[in-house]
């Protein structure tokens, strides 16, 4: 899936195809032998759809400092998440990435459209066949009361974190799937918060394979994007199957050195240990269930 989406994407000339989440997308509904989200393929497509709208209609229409155009993301995020009663989180990643990235063009969110129905009807075959269980979809039972709080809360600790980082335009301290991780980190009952080293190890390692493989793969020798890509993803799929944690958000960020200016590229890594290892410790102090 990733392969060829980078393929397209470099055909066709249109970075704005290029959506690092679906590497997390194909983790959860392809991969993960359970689906890590309390979802179903509908709410998939909705949510990701209107995810990926709104990022792009932030950037075209919202003048407001960067800092307040992500948060404001981050916010209608965990609005339609709660009014679809879903913990379907990569939506996130989905909003903010087109403000990190300036993209005011339709096409992202008719990409992120179309891939995500690839992504259903994919799992929908497997299911079909037995390739893979079939995940019954059990709504979320949220308290609207404690949402508002939670979500609040995450907001207030996210700007908090974040006045640094885009004061001194180095946003990337707090990559779109690092957001993801530290709103997952953030539920008491993820099985994620049972080994939050490895979580910031992992992460950290995808940001590094992503980047090594660009500048050696792309920059260096010339090879093409797609390239990259699909090696990138065999290496990340069998660093998972050994540690047994299939982490979507490390799908994202292996995928995020393929859309980065190259001269990002040498810091990207460290930017993802330091911004992985803060925001994980946040999650893990101060979002513990009482």
Known sequence: MAFVMVFVAEISHESEIIFPEICALTIGAWVSEQ???MTNKRRIFILMSLAA???VLVVKYCTTALIFQVCLCFAFTGFILTLFKTNFVPI???????????????IY????SLMSLIIIFAQWL????HFRPVNSFVPCNFEVQKQVIKWSKLLIVFGLVALL???????????PPLIVMFTELSNPKSPAREKPLYIVGLM????????????????????????????????LFFALDRIKIYFPPAGAILLIPMILDKSLLIRFPFEVLIGAAILSACAMVLFREK
Do not use: D
Not at 109 to 112: K, L, Q, T
Not at 205 to 234: D, K, M, Q
């Open 35 to 37: 689906q890590p989200w």
């Open 53 to 55: 709208l709104f990022g």
């Open 92 to 106: 996130i990643s989905a909003c903010i990435l087109p403000v990190y990235l300036r993209t005011s063009s339709w």
């Open 109 to 112: 969110p008719i990409s992120v």
């Open 126 to 129: 497997m299911e079909k066949y």
């Open 165 to 175: 980082p885009f004061k001194t335009h180095q946003i990337y301290f707090l990559a």
């Open 204 to 235: 950290t390692f995808a940001s590094f394979v992503g980047c090594t493989l660009r500048l050696l793969l792309n920059e260096f020798f010339g090879l093409p994007l797609f390239i990259c890509t699909a090696l990138a993803c065999t290496i």
